[in-house]
């Protein structure tokens, strides 16, 4: 009923094509089944590594400090004291007392993005070079920031923005983070 095999030997060559292991032959080894006869599939892009990246931060923080911009610039001007003349309609009232609202609005934007962006790219930037997120880089971001928006009145004002910066920073980062 069963046949009795030879030894099998283990040095035995690979690339021979005997009748009695057919299985060693290189059309065998090399047979690709399921999956694996399937092109590879295209690189795909990870959102979270696109997130993690410095300049993606940047832009985030710059897009939500224009946002917020345009919600205090808005908050701000209505607040103003507006001195408008009663015996004109309401409409005209209305249209007097908002007639700088868009300006207003623009202004705090851009400059809210501005803080934003600067601060949260150097952030970035000094958590990868120190590798790790803690309170100083906070404050290191926060230094950087104010003496660059400080640019244009000087040293002085450069050196009063970055300790501002930095110790705003220092006490966000105490109270909300750590």
């Not at 004109?88 to 009232?93: K, R, V, W």
Request: some cysteine; aromatic content about 8%; hydrophobic content about 40%.
């Amino acid at each position: 009923m069963w046949r009795v095999s030879g030894p099998v030997l283990c040095f035995e060559d690979a690339s021979s094509t005997s009748p009695a292991n057919p299985y060693l032959s290189e059309r065998y080894r090399s047979l690709k089944y399921g999956a694996a006869t399937l092109p590879p599939p295209p690189p795909q892009l990870d959102p979270t590594r696109l997130m993690d990246g410095c300049t993606s931060r940047a832009l985030i923080g710059g897009v939500g400090g224009a946002v917020m911009g345009l919600l205090m610039g808005g908050f701000m001007h209505t607040m103003q004291p507006m001195n408008v003349d009663t015996t004109l309609s309401t409409a005209e009232q209305i249209r007097q007392s908002y007639k700088g609202f868009g300006q207003a609005c623009t202004r705090m934007s851009r400059n809210f993005a501005k803080v934003g962006c600067v601060y949260a790219g150097v952030e970035c930037t000094f958590e990868r070079s120190r590798a790790q997120r803690d309170i100083p880089n906070a404050m290191y971001a926060g230094c950087v920031t104010g003496a660059v928006l400080a640019f244009q009145a000087g040293p002085g004002a450069m050196a009063m923005g970055c300790a501002g910066f930095a110790a705003f920073s220092g006490v966000i980062e105490t109270f909300l983070a750590h």
